[in-house]
């Protein structure tokens, strides 16, 4: 078993948002990774598609996350399942941002149109 203290945990910073990761293989050695993204009002991610499903979780405030078939408005208490190779793309509410929880394969790989895969730090 491993314990991971509150002080253990890692601090990432985008532009878009900052990710606290929770668990992750090199936090841990957890294949799956945890973590928080916390994004400011009106603030959203690239579009872009992993290779690994995620599940998102709302804690406070609200998005719009828009996927391959539609845009989802979502809340606090709301689950989205992302699937692996859906291109995706996440908005804060622009008013009181976002807080959600997310959890997916520490290994999967983030392709933003014309770039390369990479793992995400948050992830790895």
């Not at 719009?64 to 979502?74: E, I, Y």
């Not at 399942?81 to 959890?103: E, K, Q, S």
């Amino acid at each position: 078993m491993t314990v991971i203290r509150r002080t253990e945990t890692r601090r990432t910073e985008t532009p878009n948002a900052v990710m606290t990761t929770y668990a992750s293989p090199s936090l841990g050695g957890s294949a799956q990774a945890l973590w928080q993204v916390e994004m400011a009002p009106a603030a959203h991610g690239p579009v872009h598609t992993m290779d690994g499903e995620q599940v998102w979780t709302v804690l406070r405030g609200r998005a719009q996350v828009d996927t391959d078939d539609g845009n989802h408005d979502v809340g606090p208490g709301d689950s989205v399942v992302l699937a692996a190779g859906r291109t995706r793309r996440i908005h804060a509410d622009p008013d009181g941002g976002l807080v959600a929880l997310v959890t997916g394969p520490g290994a999967a790989h983030a392709v933003v149109p014309g770039g390369e895969p990479t793992v995400p730090p948050w992830m790895a």
